[in-house]
Each structure stands twice: as structure tokens, then as C-alpha cells.
Nanobody, 123 residues
């Protein structure tokens, strides 16, 4: 079992930055790949970013490339999503998730999920 707890969400203005964190605990939490997803009201859950267990490789949806950065600190069992130049369309509940699969963009491949943290961007 891997337990995930997100934090760091909030309300910001367009153009601002925000960092959300995901604290992981449980068996072999540092040996799984981690992903961030988001879900806006009335929309399906969407892949945002993923990072391999070692942190050597990262993946992003095209709409956040150059603005968001995923990272992990395995010593702290924590994964981060640094979000810069935020836009209104980034407003969503952000979830972190853990997977042993290499198909990072598909949410059905993730076995463990956090409860989510709200990010609201206003203009």
C-alpha cells in the first residue's frame, strides 16, 4: 500500500506561481513512478505530468510544458509540482498518484491516489 497526501493548493491570480506537494508513505513508495492529474468541474480527469521512480525522466501534457515542473525528493518521499505562469484554465482539483506502469498518461494505470488539492486561478 502507498498512501498519498497532497498539499499546497490555493487561490492565486493569473500569472502567479504555486507549488503543490504530495507526501507518500508506505511500502516502496520511492520505487514507483508518480504522476499529477487534474480535474476541472464537468471535465474528465486529465494527465498533467509524471516522473519516474529515479527522477531521471519527466513527462508533461503539452499545455503545461515550459510552465510546470515535476520533481521528487525520495529522501523525503515527496513529489512536487511547481506551477508558474498560471492561467485560468489551470483551475482544477490536482491529484497525485502512484504507478508501477510505464504508461504514465493513462489514469487507469495508477494504483494509488491522493484526495486532491484545489487550485483556483482568477484573472
Amino acid at each position: 500500500q502507498v498512501q498519498l497526501v497532497e498539499s499546497g493548493g490555493g487561490s492565486v491570480q493569473a500569472g502567479d506561481s504555486l507549488r503543490v506537494s504530495c507526501a507518500a508513505s508506505g511500502r516502496t513508495s520511492s520505487s514507483v513512478a508518480m504522476g499529477w492529474f487534474r480535474q476541472a468541474p464537468g471535465k474528465e480527469r486529465e494527465f498533467v505530468a509524471a516522473i519516474t521512480s529515479t527522477g531521471h525522466s519527466t513527462y508533461y501534457i503539452w499545455s503545461v510544458k515550459g510552465r510546470f515542473t515535476i520533481s521528487r525528493d525520495n529522501a523525503k518521499n515527496t513529489v512536487y509540482l511547481q506551477m508558474n505562469s498560471l492561467k485560468r484554465e489551470d483551475t482544477a482539483v490536482y491529484y497525485c498518484a502512484a504507478t508501477e506502469s510505464e504508461y504514465y498518461q493513462n489514469p487507469t494505470n495508477y494504483n494509488y491516489w491522493g484526495q486532491g488539492t484545489q487550485v483556483t486561478v482568477s484573472s
